[in-house]
């Protein structure tokens, strides 16, 4: 079968591909070229440094940008993108704009206030400075180009190219997007999932979307996995035991935690369960200006969403105490006995969670408690493996806190609530794309799909591949670049987690021996082994 390249549009793969971050796929038609995300990376730091370097295409030769929501690794490089050219619309709901317009401007303060801190690191190496991926002056730009679309309205992207909104139970204001792209004979259908919200999702309502498309983009982060069923009430009641086992500790509980959504999530169960009495009352610390500024959004929508009301109560409880400055942040950990601390990034790897982890992972009376998903190469995955030993911002940090994972605030759908929502949206004309997940999720939903999707029709990309969609069946289109990043980095450990492990370990190899003449002798070795490399 040969594609017509006069009608036939391209679908490209620029991120989320075998990996749950970086969130990008490009359109191509005969008359325009739009983006659906636009995805900062996270996870190793490989997969992070591909934020540093230029885009698999140019960025002003993009007409449209469709944004599924706020999350900054669907939203996260849309300021660069303006930065380098870009300059078309950004359609989106009306909620994910006012997310942006606070979570953008925070991840250009982060990198900014990063990078600042690195090139006083590198002035003293003699190393040379180095730029973040963008400013607050390129994220206000960024901004202006926002367009609001409801759920359900359709709207012309590009010549030939139409659009609505479906919504996707995920995060306040995100979708599911279902395009329509002209043809000679019958409109091309797809529909890209975004992120699927699970059935229990405490502030959204369940996922929806059309039905009978050519081609449907599925997202697969849990795709090898079910979560408990539980309800609210049961929820809660696990919380309180991990709350209570805290307080009996006598140390703080301190939860990394995604500042939008995750956070106000947790706020009303902790709520709920403090005004029961079901757990000590004690001061709930919510540190992250972004979560601040969030949570004031989710108030003015709480209308829109479920548990509204309570949300309200709970964002103005007594015990809830929202810190802006650094100083303030530093204070916290000058207090002693149980406290609870909220605070970004929700996998670890950014923001002021990490100065929380730093000054209190080596007590044995901290409690830290993983609220979501931490992907391969985080430092919160790192925690959750078992790692003894840790290094943060440069420093080693031992590890003799409980370390705990609390997955039932995830924000995406689990194995059988993906099924079920692939399973509303068939038939599927023509294939199935799955995306934004690790091997195992992947695997893990293809294999559940058995009797309900041809395997044949099941394709699983990777990074920058690009797949021409015909009525019939998508053809692979060469890739002459080179790609990005090799298929077996994406999700994984990389060379800086093995340095940071390597150095860890020379460190304790060191400090261990005997004596000096024992330490000298440990180093010797040491250096043997790289002279020998070098040779």
């Known amino acids: 079968m040969r594609g017509n390249r006069d009608t036939d549009p391209v679908l490209r793969f620029h991120g989320a591909a075998h990996g749950v971050t970086g969130s990008c796929y490009e359109i191509e038609t005969p008359r325009g070229r739009i983006l659906v995300d636009c995805g900062l990376f996270q996870g190793s730091k490989s997969e992070r440094e591909l934020n540093y370097g230029a885009f698999p295409f140019p960025p002003d030769a993009i007409d449209a940008v469709i944004l599924t929501h706020a999350h900054i690794d669907h939203s996260g490089l849309l300021p660069k993108l303006v930065k380098q050219g870009f300059a078309g619309p950004i359609h989106t709901t009306r909620a994910t704009i006012d997310l942006c317009s606070v979570m953008l401007p925070d991840s250009a303060h982060i990198q900014e206030m990063e990078v600042e801190h690195l090139n006083r690191r590198n002035a003293q190496r003699g190393r040379p400075p180095v730029e973040p991926i963008y400013s607050l002056r390129d994220a206000a730009a960024c901004m202006t180009l926002f367009r609001a679309l409801e759920y359900g309205e359709w709207a012309t992207v590009t010549e030939g190219l139409r659009a609505r909104f479906w919504n996707a139970g995920h995060l306040l204001g995100s979708a599911s997007v279902e395009l329509e792209i002209d043809r000679q004979d019958a409109p091309l259908r797809l529909i890209f999932s975004g992120d699927i919200g699970p059935g229990h999702k405490l502030l959204q309502t369940d996922p929806e979307g ?60 902790l709520y709920l369960l403090m005004k029961a009495g079901e757990v000590p009352s004690a001061p709930v610390f919510v540190d992250s200006p972004l ?58 790897d950014a923001g002021r969670i990490r100065h929380h982890l730093k000054a209190n992972l080596w007590r044995r009376s901290a409690t830290v408690m993983m609220a979501g998903y931490q992907a391969q190469g985080s430092l919160g995955r790192i925690l959750l493996d078992g790692a003894e030993r840790v290094r943060i911002q440069g420093e080693e940090v031992e590890v003799k806190a409980r370390i705990t994972l609390f997955d039932l605030y995830s924000g995406h759908a689990d194995a059988s609530e993906l099924v079920a929502w692939l399973k509303a949206r068939t038939p599927v004309k023509q294939q199935v794309f799955l995306t934004h997940g690790e091997e195992a999720g992947l695997g893990g939903l293809r294999g559940r799909l058995a009797g309900l999707i041809p395997d044949d029709k099941i394709i699983i990309p990777r990074l920058d591949d690009a797949f021409q969609l015909t009525p019939g069946r998508s053809l692979p289109v060469e890739v002459n ?45 040491m250096r043997r082994a790289l002279e020998d490399n070098d040779a």
């Open 210 to 269: 059309p039905s009978g498309v050519d081609y449907l983009i599925c997202e697969s982060t849990y795709g090898d996995r079910e979560r408990p069923d539980v309800s609210p009430e049961q929820r809660r009641s696990q919380l309180g035991d991990i709350v209570r086992g805290a307080a009996e500790a006598g140390g703080p509980l301190i939860i990394p935690s995604f500042a939008v959504e995750r956070t106000q999530e947790l706020l009303v169960d």
């Open 291 to 348: 979560a601040t500024r969030a949570s004031a959004i989710f108030e003015r929508h709480a209308n829109e969403i479920e548990q509204g009301d309570v949300l309200r109560l709970a964002l103005n409880s007594k015990e809830l105490r929202f810190t802006e400055t650094v100083e303030q942040s530093k204070a916290i950990n000058r207090l002693t006995g149980f406290f609870v601390v909220i605070a970004a990034s929700g996998m670890c």
């Open 481 to 525: 670049e080179p790609r990005r990043l090799t298929p077996g980095k994406i999700a994984r450990l990389d060379w800086h987690n093995d340095l940071s492990r390597l150095l860890l370990d020379v460190n304790e190899a060191v400090t261990a021996a005997a004596d000096e003449r024992g330490r000298a002798a440990v180093i010797r070795r």
